[in-house]
């Protein structure tokens, strides 16, 4: 269930990206309705428009939740819901700039939560979702009555991956033609953050290398988010995240990343045949490393769900 809905998720937010600027207020911390409706009290200027060269690296190469998920299910460690962020935290997101962070935040543990196959917690994260939607304005493209039904029913996935999509799609264009660039940053950067902290939850309980493999690979990502998220460091919030995820890139700056391209292969993709080449990553980190970074990315994702 969900599975790909919230790899959806993190595309159309990423795509999202491509949207021109706008104009807003600052961030603050109010909960009147007519302050969100525009760009959700988020500055969403920015000096730069990113270019669809950028956003489509960072789709391709950021890990999805359900992969991530998928590799730490098969490392036999046992679900654990402690490590999620707690729905009843909701309540106290009361910015735009949190609530868009942990949307991104839930959509990751959705992911977790899934491939587990523990749907007895499911509902309580769709209903953090509906919240958090709702609180930036983007709820009303979500038939959350038909997700909640859906998602308690595995004999309804096909139905629930329609709904999703038509969901995301509306969500994406209503984004576009508002200007609001900056809110789809912060959701993909929290869906990213939450990803790296489950899996250094778990790297840290079964030292597993091909975790520690794909969490050194973040390496490029890392450079990305950050200047996408440069690109609004006049707001405060903005800022503050920015210095925290430059400490994380200084961290993988030590990480050394070769490629080794293989022969490449053929593929069907939509009925057309395409061309991929072969890449192998050999990484380079030390434990020392991997502690720092884990260490890193816990102190940022305090900050996101605090």
Not at 93 to 113: C, E, H, P, Q, W
Request: a negative charge; proline letters at 2%; glycine letters at 4%.
């Amino acid at each position: 269930m969900l599975k790909k809905f919230v790899y959806l998720f993190l595309i159309v937010a990423g795509t999202s990206m491509l949207t021109g600027c706008g104009n807003s207020s600052n961030n603050k911390s109010d909960n009147s309705s007519d302050e969100l409706i525009s760009a959700d009290s988020l500055s969403s200027e920015a000096p730069l428009k990113l270019s669809e060269e950028v956003i489509s690296d960072v789709i391709q190469n950021i890990s999805s939740p359900v992969e991530m998920a998928s590799l730490i299910k098969s490392t036999g460690v046992s679900f654990s819901q402690k490590i999620l962020n707690d729905p009843d935290n909701v309540d106290k997101y009361n910015t735009s700039f949190k609530r868009a962070l942990n949307l991104g935040v839930f959509a990751a543990d959705l992911g977790y939560i899934n491939i587990f196959d523990k749907n007895s917690i499911v509902i309580s994260y769709l209903v953090a979702v509906k919240d958090l939607a709702e609180g930036i304005k983007v709820g009303q493209f979500f038939d959350f009555a038909s997700l909640k039904r859906l998602a308690t029913n595995n004999n309804n996935l096909d139905s629930l991956m329609e709904i999703s999509v038509s969901s995301f799609n509306k969500m994406d264009s209503y984004l576009r033609e508002q200007n609001r660039s900056n809110v789809s940053s912060l959701i993909v950067t929290g869906t990213w953050i939450e990803g790296l902290y489950i899996t250094g939850s778990v790297i840290e309980q079964t030292n597993n290398r091909e975790l520690i493999d794909r969490l050194a690979e973040q390496k490029d990502i890392v450079n990305i988010l950050l200047i996408i998220l440069e690109n609004y460091k006049h707001d405060p919030n903005f800022a503050e995240l920015s210095e925290q995820l430059q400490a994380l890139k200084d961290l993988y700056g030590k990480v050394k990343i070769t490629t080794e391209f293989g022969e490449p292969k053929k593929m069907e993709v939509n009925g057309s045949l395409i061309i991929v080449q072969d890449e192998i990553s050999h990484v380079e980190i030390t434990p020392e490393q991997v502690k720092a970074i884990v260490n890193q990315i816990k102190k940022i994702r305090e900050y996101i769900v605090s």
